[in-house]
């Protein structure tokens, strides 16, 4: 509903769903999938393919930071070189790359201990998934390291795209009506 969406800080980079991998979602993947077909995908977009098992927020958090540099101030540190050495890489070399960092991979593992639930080992199976919603060239994006590539989802701009990427988090929900096992999360980030 907008009045709550109106509550998040402004502005909103990015939005994480977290949803149940059911058949439903794999349908809905594959039409997401034939969607993109051959839709021209900005060069500014930063994707990588998911690599590591039960690593789903860790990409799509990446996606979401990655895809907004020009917003957030990165400290020298892991992910700053992280993201300038993918520069010029493909998105299963970005992939591979992430794979050999034990710095981020260390970091994954010491947050995914944090919460108040037990974390999976890399090698259990899981059925919730993350991906990304961000914004470039006024294009929203749907960014799945799972996929082949990004989903161009339609025009956007900086005042539209929480409504923009709240209506995309929506239809993975209506697809999957009667399962309340959906969650969103914002990345926002105070102008200074």
Avoid: W
């Avoid at 690599?51 to 990409?59: D, P, W, Y």
């Amino acid at each position: 509903e907008d009045e709550l969406l109106m509550m998040l800080p402004q502005p909103v980079l990015g939005l994480l769903l977290l949803f149940p991998i059911t058949d439903k979602y794999e349908e809905y993947a594959k039409e997401l999938t034939a969607k993109r077909g051959d839709a021209p995908i900005s060069k500014k977009v930063f994707y990588m393919k998911q690599t590591i098992s039960n690593a789903c927020g860790t990409v799509a958090l990446l996606h979401t930071v990655c895809n907004n540099t020009d917003s957030i101030q990165l400290q020298d540190g892991a992910l700053k070189e992280f993201i300038e050495s993918s520069a010029s890489k493909t998105p299963e070399e970005i992939a591979e790359t992430l794979e050999n960092s034990e710095s981020i991979c260390n970091s994954h593992d010491d947050a995914a201990r944090e919460g108040q639930t037990s974390a999976p080992a890399r090698e259990d199976s899981v059925d919730y998934h993350f991906v990304a919603f961000v914004r470039v060239e006024d294009e929203l994006y749907e960014l799945d390291g799972r996929k082949d590539g990004p989903i161009p989802m339609g025009k956007t701009a900086p005042d539209t795209f929480m409504k923009d990427a709240a209506k995309a988090c929506q239809e993975y929900m209506r697809r999957d009506p009667d399962n309340i096992h959906f969650t969103v999360l914002a990345l926002t980030a105070k102008m200074l």
